[in-house]
């Protein structure tokens, strides 16, 4: 517990790190307490407890901090990735009750039963795969090998939404709900401006950049969100805000949240000069790039790598300084000017 901890401590905010099984994540997901005016406790994530690693860490933080899950009176699930909601059952189990879960509307979906579902989609993701100019057998591979991360957790009955400036009011802190689209569409961070404090999950993380997944949207239509130029704008609406701490989805809290921000941003700016350099030399896809910005990526990590590069074309794209240059498949690249 570092000294930010601590002083979250005293507003009522208690961390629990979570192990999960994803090594590009940042380290265990940070599940946190927030003690609730009256008693009871509002709860922001829920780790991954499917298995028995993850469901043991997050009964024995329980434990160490004096509460018990039927103190749960909600949950808050930030966004819509397994380490950050896969909890949530197992928490509504050992309450004994279903405990109400809110989350953003356009995230929602990957958290609830009958809802968004992966393997139904794997086909769709598999062609646009080819379509960015993997192999196909690359493409296939990919997706047997990454499909079961995003079903490992189970999902909850139902969800209440989140709307952006909403207020969640604790025993000793207002939390106002701000949509920060992202790393996922429905992306929520939760703001304290008294006490000067963010609950900053993915969105901003202290070392490493959060990664802008290619997400399909309905009927699987490619391009319909474009994460990294989402994020570009959502991070300058964390940047002006006046913090103190941070409080991020993996790791320990942190301050200085403008150099964070800057030091990532300079990175990504980086990123994109190389890809205009690359596509000066003539015409590329989207996995000939990825080739060479990640060479010794396998097919465990083209999803998350590919994702990374199609991210960067699309702020390139819209800022008028690449474009695709024919309509055919697959997708080329090139210098608009």
Same mark, same amino acid.
């Given at each position: 517990?570092?000294?930010?901890?601590?002083?979250?401590?005293?507003?009522?905010?208690?961390?629990?790190?979570?192990?999960? %099984?994803?090594?590009?994540?940042?380290?265990?997901?940070?599940?946190?307490?927030?003690?609730?005016?009256?008693?009871?406790?509002?709860?922001?994530?829920?780790?991954?407890?499917?298995? *028995?690693?993850?469901?043991?860490?997050?009964?024995?933080?329980?434990?160490?901090?004096?509460?018990?899950?039927?103190?749960?009176? #909600?949950?808050?699930?930030?966004?819509?990735?397994?380490?950050?909601?896969?909890?949530?059952?197992?928490?509504?189990?050992?309450?004994?009750?279903?405990?109400?879960?809110? @989350?953003?509307?356009?995230?929602?979906?990957?958290?609830?039963?009958?809802?968004?579902?992966?393997?139904?989609?794997?086909?769709?993701?598999?062609?646009?795969?080819?379509?960015?100019?993997?192999?196909?057998?690359?493409?296939?591979?990919?997706?047997?090998?990454?499909?079961?991360?995003?079903?490992? *957790?189970?999902?909850?009955?139902?969800?209440?939404?989140?709307?952006?400036?909403?207020?969640?009011? *604790?025993?000793?802190?207002?939390?106002?709900?701000?949509?920060?689209?992202?790393?996922? %569409?429905?992306?929520?961070?939760?703001?304290?401006?008294?006490?000067?404090?963010?609950?900053?999950?993915?969105?901003?993380?202290?070392?490493?950049?959060?990664?802008?997944?290619?997400?399909?949207?309905?009927?699987?239509?490619?391009?319909?969100? #474009?994460?990294?130029? @989402?994020?570009?704008?959502?991070?300058? #609406?964390?940047?002006?805000?006046?913090?103190?701490?941070?409080?991020?989805?993996?790791?320990? %809290?942190?301050?200085?949240?403008?150099?964070?921000?800057?030091?990532?941003?300079?990175?990504?700016?980086?990123?994109?000069?190389?890809?205009?350099?690359?596509?000066?030399?003539?015409?590329?896809?989207?996995?000939?790039?990825?080739?060479?910005?990640?060479?010794?990526?396998?097919?465990?990590?083209?999803?998350?790598?590919?994702?990374?590069?199609? @991210?960067?074309?699309?702020?390139?794209?819209?800022?008028?300084?690449?474009?695709?240059?024919? @309509?055919?498949?697959?997708? #080329?690249?090139?210098?608009?000017?």
């Amino acid at each position: 517990m570092n000294e930010l901890d601590r002083r979250a401590a005293k507003l009522g905010i208690h961390r629990i790190p979570v192990p999960i %099984p994803f090594l590009h994540a940042g380290g265990p997901t940070n599940v946190y307490l927030v003690e609730e005016e009256g008693g009871g406790l509002l709860m922001v994530d829920t780790g991954l407890t499917t298995a *028995a690693e993850g469901s043991v860490a997050l009964d024995a933080g329980f434990q160490r901090l004096g509460f018990r899950y039927e103190e749960v009176r #909600r949950i808050v699930v930030t966004h819509g990735h397994v380490e950050h909601f896969g909890g949530a059952r197992h928490v509504q189990e050992r309450a004994g009750r279903d405990v109400p879960v809110l @989350a953003h509307p356009a995230d929602a979906p990957k958290l609830t039963e009958g809802g968004w579902v992966f393997h139904e989609h794997t086909a769709a993701y598999g062609r646009h795969l080819v379509r960015l100019g993997t192999p196909p057998e690359v493409a296939t591979r990919s997706m047997e090998l990454g499909a079961p991360a995003f079903e490992i *957790a189970r999902p909850v009955p139902r969800t209440e939404p989140l709307a952006d400036g909403e207020r969640l009011r *604790a025993r000793h802190v207002e939390l106002r709900v701000l949509h920060a689209p992202g790393h996922t %569409p429905g992306l929520v961070v939760l703001h304290d401006a008294e006490h000067r404090l963010l609950l900053s999950n993915d969105h901003l993380l202290e070392r490493i950049s959060p990664n802008p997944l290619i997400d399909l949207g309905p009927g699987d239509t490619p391009g319909w969100f #474009r994460p990294l130029v @989402a994020y570009e704008g959502s991070i300058q #609406r964390v940047r002006a805000l006046e913090l103190d701490a941070v409080l991020p989805g993996h790791g320990p %809290p942190f301050g200085d949240h403008r150099r964070v921000i800057d030091s990532l941003l300079a990175f990504q700016h980086r990123r994109q000069a190389r890809i205009l350099a690359l596509l000066g030399d003539r015409p590329r896809t989207a996995w000939e790039l990825t080739r060479e910005l990640f060479p010794a990526t396998g097919a465990a990590e083209l999803f998350l790598t590919l994702s990374e590069t199609v @991210a960067n074309l699309e702020v390139l794209e819209a800022r008028g300084d690449a474009a695709r240059v024919d @309509a055919g498949e697959p997708w #080329r690249f090139a210098p608009s000017r």
